[in-house]
């Protein structure tokens, strides 16, 4: 009889930790080598937990895939190491009616970009293929945060095996997957996909995986499982401790029976002693046929702070705008900042952003002075978001921030890397890249928090993304619009442009694009200033005649000045041809240039509003 056959009239006890429970004994090092290095030590586990009480016993294999044992440069030992772990674990099980799962691990935790799911599919399948070809009863797919990577696993292995399957997803919070996913259907979603067995392993203690299984309804085909950890970790001298009350845990498994769960084990902080008292009380306990849940009532969701005005992004896509960028002061006088976006505002931009440390350079925090200039001067502030300044921590709370405070329009970005600031020394977070941020602050647009918390609330943002043209291959730079298009991006900002030629092959390669690109145009200032932008910073390339323009005045400061805006007004033309955004970026605060450009853009489209001449 299968276990699966057993688990129709009898609750199964798996087994606990592996990895945790070795480094209690002192081992710190690659855990699935052991396998060939000391296998003795691997039987112990296996052993300890039979003599125990487990019937189903999982190998030594959770980080046994190439991607994880690269980290050791072992990666060209996975078959080795799959095939001896099942080895043992079959030699431990032999004669004793436990079933032995070839266990599998999630890849990805939060982030999301380490991996392609393409790479993790490649290394899975090779993974699968080395278990598969062993005495296993069954696999264990396990300690998946990322429900995508889960079902693209679990998929592959279902076509390659009619093995029982358990298929674990692991939680941050309670009752919901990273994205806000219910519990519930990702179970009911993983049974249609085919797995046997599923429930939750890993992160919480029983307390919060209880918690978790509460508004679960029964499944009709896949039963449940639960291997919560031994208690939340605590973290003493850099390590993660566990706190250990195996009879607490023991208790807890008939909960966990009550709640319909068929398979209970253990995982991180176990030991023998809790699975002992799991299995003193409930190992083979009648599971339960009926459950009753009651349906959870979702509270309504209030939306603070709508801004009632038009979006920026319908602004756009119904006639010419413009937005303008007026950066933050590096130093503590901020009067010429506030000033300058009350004039633009004056002059009629539709927003004003903020750039977040560009350059990778300390400047006053933009959220500040947004706050000041939207509530004080009735000014709309575009608030750029850098990943590289805060961790995901910082970011989910700056954005409730900014929520709070009204502000809705952010520009995602990564963010220049810190080693071209004026702190290179200084940590890059990259927690996040755009791509994910732009995802999660869509997210909270639903009310969900970067965990999968309800925020009680909707927040409103509308997402900008960067956009950078000055690129070789403008196919490529493109391909990244759509795919920031898919992730949630409601409209482009580009990085400056400085060439007719180029404003139209930005038009033709983008005309399929719905979304409104703002193309950026930024005044030189100077020939030094010009050439500092084309050689050294990121992303911007002028044309050699642009160059040379400028060159021919550099003994004059007015007149390369004058020269910059007028370069910008011949730009400006092409833009609004081809383009209803306009994002004029303000060089050293000099507002007054984009004062003039912006009116310049202002009575192209309309002939009653003639420019104002400024002097400089
Ligand atoms: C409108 C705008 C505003 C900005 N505001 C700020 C700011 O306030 N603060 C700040 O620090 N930085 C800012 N930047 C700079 C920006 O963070 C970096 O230039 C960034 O690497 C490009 O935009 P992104 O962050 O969306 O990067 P992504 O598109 O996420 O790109 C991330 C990485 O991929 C690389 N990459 C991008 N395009 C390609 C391509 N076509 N082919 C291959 N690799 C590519 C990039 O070099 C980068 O390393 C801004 C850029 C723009 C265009
Ligand atoms: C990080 S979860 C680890 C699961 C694995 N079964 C182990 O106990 O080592
Ligand atoms: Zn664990």
Redesign the pocket.
């Known amino acids: 009889m299968g276990f699966l056959e057993e688990m129709k009239t009898r609750t199964l006890i798996g087994d606990g930790a592996t990895g945790t429970f070795l480094y209690l004994k002192g081992l710190d090092r690659c855990f699935e080598e052991l396998n060939i290095s000391d296998p003795q030590k691997v039987r112990d586990v296996h052993n300890a937990y039979i003599e125990a009480g487990s019937e189903v016993i999982q190998t030594n294999t959770y980080a046994a895939n190439k991607i994880k044992l690269a980290r050791y440069g072992l990666e060209d030992q996975t078959d080795l190491f799959n095939k001896s772990a099942v080895q043992l674990a079959k030699s431990a099980a032999a004669d004793k009616n436990v079933y032995v799962l070839g266990t599998l691990g999630g890849i990805r935790g939060f982030q999301k970009r380490a991996q392609s799911l393409e790479e993790i599919e490649e290394s899975f399948k090779e993974q699968l293929d080395s278990l598969l070809n062993t005495e296993i009863d069954g696999l264990l797919l396990e300690t998946y945060y990322d429900f995508e990577e889960l079902t693209r696993c679990l998929t592959i292995a279902r076509k390659a095996t009619n093995l029982p399957i358990v298929s674990h997803v692991s939680l941050d919070e309670v009752g919901v997957l990273h994205g806000g996913l219910p519990l519930g259907d990702a179970l009911s979603a993983l049974q249609d996909l085919g797995a046997d067995v599923v429930g939750m392993n890993c992160r919480m203690g029983p307390f919060h995986m209880l918690q978790s299984y509460e508004d679960v309804p029964l499944l009709d085909k896949a039963y449940f499982s639960a291997y919560p950890n031994a208690s939340l970790p605590d973290y003493i001298d850099g390590r993660l401790v566990y706190q250990t009350n195996p009879q607490y845990f023991g208790e807890s498994a008939k909960s966990f029976v009550r709640e319909g769960v068929r398979l209970i084990g253990g995982c991180c902080g176990t030991t023998p002693d809790h699975i002992r008292a799991v299995s003193n009380a409930v190992k083979g306990k009648e599971p339960i046929k009926v459950k009753h849940v009651k349906a959870k009532q979702r509270k309504n969701i209030t939306v603070f702070h709508k801004d009632n005005k038009e979006s920026l992004q319908e602004i756009t896509l119904r006639r010419k705008s413009v937005i303008v960028?007026l950066?933050p002061p590096k130093k503590l006088n901020v009067d010429d900042f506030i000033e300058g976006s009350k004039k633009l505002k004056e002059a009629g931009v539709d927003a004003v952003?903020?750039?977040?440390?560009?350059?990778?350079s300390p400047r006053v925090c933009?959220l500040s002075l947004a706050s000041i200039i939207k509530s004080q001067h009735d000014v709309r502030p575009l608030v750029?978001?850098?990943?590289?300044d805060r961790n995901l921590i910082g970011l989910q709370s700056h954005l409730m921030g900014l929520h709070t405070l009204g502000i809705d329009q952010v520009?995602?970005?990564?963010?220049?890397?810190t080693k071209i600031g004026d702190f290179p020394g200084a940590t890059s977070v990259y927690d996040l890249?755009?791509?994910d941020l732009i995802r999660l602050i869509k997210q909270m647009n639903k009310g969900v928090s970067f965990s999968g918390k309800d925020l009680g609330a909707q927040t409103n943002f509308a997402v900008?993304?960067?956009?950078?043209p000055n690129?070789k291959?403008l196919e490529?730079?493109v391909?990244?619009m759509e795919k920031?298009l898919e992730y949630g991006a409601d409209y482009?900002?580009?990085?400056p442009v400085y060439s007719k030629e180029q404003i139209k092959k930005i038009y033709e390669a983008t005309k399929h694009i719905k979304a409104p690109i703002y193309i950026?145009i930024m005044p030189l200032t100077s020939s030094k200033n010009a050439e500092f932008l084309h050689n050294e910073v990121?992303?911007i390339k002028l044309t050699d005649e642009t160059r040379e323009r400028m060159a021919r005045l550099s003994n004059d400061k007015i007149a390369s000045q004058n020269e910059g805006v007028q370069m910008a007004k011949e730009l400006i033309d092409e833009v609004h041809r081809y383009f209803n955004g306009l994002?004029l970026i303000t060089p050293f605060l000099r507002y007054e240039m984009t004062i003039e450009l912006t009116n310049y853009w202002t009575s192209l489209t309309n002939v009653l509003s003639p420019p104002k001449k400024v002097s400089y």
């Open positions: 960028e950066d952003t903020l750039a977040d440390n560009s350059l990778a933009n750029h978001i850098t990943c590289r520009l995602a970005v990564t963010g220049d890397p890249a755009s791509f900008g993304a960067a956009f950078n690129v291959h490529q730079a391909k990244r920031k482009f900002l580009s990085q950026g990121p992303g994002y």
